[in-house]
């Protein structure tokens, strides 16, 4: 995708060669390339792990805007599964400029809960334990 003034944009799920690949910020950069290998952008957007990640990996950004729940860094101090936080990042390109924010705002899990609770999602109360705290 391009992004403004010879920038460009690839995003993708777990890498762009497999969904299901993993990459952290603490991803050996030699199986950083393998994952990368045949693609490039100046930046790089995937999810899979919904852990917020900026990292630089020779000219380009790899980054990671986080998730609404199910983060692979788990369990919370008080052993609830997600955090109590949307995760989202901001990106802004103008001519050579590129900005990254992070950003987390608080969830209402009650809200949330009671939402999900009126709806005809399937395994309601198995999702709604993934908010709850087990102390």
Known sequence: LEIGSGKNMLCYHGSPQSFHDF????????ELNEKLQGYSANIMIGGHTHTQMFRRH?????LNPGSIGLPFDKPFPDNRYNPLRAEYLLLDVQGDDIRVTFRQVPVDVQKLLDSAKQSELPHVELWASDWQSTT
Not at 23 to 30: G, L, N, R, S, V
């Open 23 to 30: 990459i952290m910020a603490t991803t050996p950069d030699d």
């Open 58 to 62: 020779q000219d380009m950004f790899v």
